[in-house]
């Protein structure tokens, strides 16, 4: 593989994955961390990339919000997921959508849907949804974040209590096999878990990074969850929980 070539790669898998490690770059490239220091020095001279600790990444992704970054990690994953739940959804249905970066590739991902009743909290999903198609779209009040431009708080909940949908979806940070559904933040993971008490259906989706690791706070056991849609088998622990629970999990791969 001559340097041009490999130049490029790196900078086609910045652009699909935004920051991106060393040791991954030596990883998907078959070198070793030293080629990939020497490879990504002059990338570095010119401006192409910019390195951190440990890492680089595309000048233009330094300047993006949070939700932005996540929305480029694991993107094909995560479409892929919308996807397979989307074509559950029939149209004229009502769905609760919380904020996250899956979820908002599902909104999309349902703008071919027709009479939808959507309730979420998400700006960024009652944009994509709302004067389309006939749908109605209901949005949580609350302060916004600057991050996501999601509300929460108790006024969201409250809001939100008020619904009974068809469908509930949620997207997570963690799942673990003893404690079930989980997150990093308390006011995401308290309207998520209010997102799911409000479904006939409710779902959890989530790419399979998330599976093993264990947040802060706990947003509900799976015995409260009907689906989860990820894009690989979940780890064996994991399996056994949510089969025991009756939760139906659908593979995107």
Do not use: W
């Amino acid at each position: 593989m001559n340097h041009s070539k490999r130049h490029n790669d790196i900078l086609r898998l910045l652009q699909q994955d935004g920051t991106v490690t060393i040791a991954d770059l030596a990883k998907k490239l078959d070198v070793s961390l030293e080629t990939v220091r020497r490879d990504i020095r002059p990338l570095t001279t010119n401006g192409a990339v910019v390195k951190m600790h440990g890492a680089v990444a595309l000048p233009s992704i330094l300047g993006e919000a949070p939700f932005e970054k996540r929305m480029r990690e694991n993107s094909d994953a995560k479409k892929a997921i919308a996807i397979a739940v989307a074509a559950t959804i029939r149209d004229g249905d009502s769905i609760m959508l919380d904020t996250g970066t899956t979820t908002s590739y599902l909104a999309r991902e349902l703008l071919g849907h027709r009479r939808l009743t959507v309730v979420t909290n998400s700006s960024d999903i009652a944009r994509t949804l709302s004067t389309v198609n006939d749908n109605r779209v209901y949005m949580a009040g609350g302060e916004l974040r600057s991050d996501n431009g999601a509300a929460f708080g108790i006024s969201a909940i409250e809001f939100i209590s008020h619904f009974t949908v068809g469908h509930a979806v949620i997207s997570t940070g963690a799942i673990d096999a003893t404690i079930g559904v989980m997150d990093y933040d308390l006011e995401e993971a308290e309207f998520a878990r209010a997102v799911v008490a409000q479904g006939r259906r409710a779902v959890v989706v989530t790419d399979h990074t998330k599976f093993g690791r264990q947040g802060l706070v706990r947003v509900c056991d799976f015995a409260a969850l009907t689906d989860l849609f990820t894009d690989k088998a979940p780890p064996r622990d994991v399996a056994t929980a949510l089969k025991t629970a009756g939760v139906s999990i659908t593979l995107t791969t």
